[in-house]
């Protein structure tokens, strides 16, 4: 159970947060959120795929980590196999929460909590969050600078997604993955940009695409499906 606590430099002073990957700290996840603005990053290691969400049927972007629940292809013994590690995997256990301040009718100011039953926070070991002077570590300022970039992706994300519905670009798709051993997978259950319907898009879309910031995130999305292979592979070389 979550247990979020606004981030104070008074009251968490001594905290230190494991940086750690493994499944002990909660790492073992099939897919991990992710927004426009990583989409560059993202594509050089993993596979980008939708899902509607369940509570609200809008679409969102996730990298692919595995095949299945519970597996992320990417996490070893000696941590995380990839150079770059989800803003929304990274940031934790750290969110971005909203703080009035006291301020009737003012709209919320966007403020770090932190889960304090996450078992990343310690006062023994890992990451300090505070100067022993006081100010925040580079650790933490690098944590608020990822939430922020978090934050903001997260508001524009559903007008990428709308953009890709409203050209049609979005398609379900079912991955079958016959493995070394013989058996059989299915991954379905996801959306994908459809390649031949991005190339068959006329100038006007194009440019509206490109206007809209929307452009290169999509060509990001086509990029990243080469990546199905290396998930196969990983998965191939732990039987």
């Given at each position: ?35 426009p603005g990583e ?36 996490l070893t013994d ?80 559903p007008a990428f ?79």
């Amino acid at each position: 159970m979550a247990k979020h606590a606004l981030l104070s430099n008074v009251e968490h002073k001594a905290m230190r947060i494991i940086t750690t990957r493994s499944v002990a700290y909660g790492d073992n996840q099939m897919y991990a959120l992710t927004v426009p603005g990583e989409f560059r990053n993202i594509q050089a290691s993993y596979p980008i795929v939708f899902q509607k969400r369940a509570d609200t049927g809008q679409m969102q972007p996730l990298a692919l980590l595995g095949f299945e629940a519970g597996e992320n292809l990417f996490l070893t013994d000696k941590g995380w196999d990839a150079p770059y590690v989800p803003i929304s995997v990274e940031r934790l256990p750290f969110l971005i929460g909203g703080n009035n301040a006291g301020q009737a009718g003012q709209p919320a100011q966007p403020v770090i909590h932190v889960d304090l039953d996450s078992p990343r926070v310690s006062y023994t070991e890992g990451e300090p969050l505070f100067l022993e002077y006081g100010g925040s570590t580079p650790y933490l300022e690098r944590i608020s600078s990822l939430l922020g970039a978090l934050h903001a992706g997260l508001a524009a994300s559903p007008a990428f997604c709308e953009a890709m519905l409203a050209h049609d670009l979005l398609e379900s798709f079912v991955l079958d993955v016959e493995l070394k051993d013989g058996s059989n997978n299915r991954l379905a259950g996801f959306y994908t940009v459809n390649e031949e319907k991005v190339r068959a898009l006329d100038g006007a879309a194009i440019t509206q695409l490109h206007a809209q910031g929307f452009l290169e995130p999509m060509y990001m999305v086509v990029a990243s499906t080469v990546h199905f292979r290396d998930l196969i592979d990983r998965r191939n070389r732990r039987m």
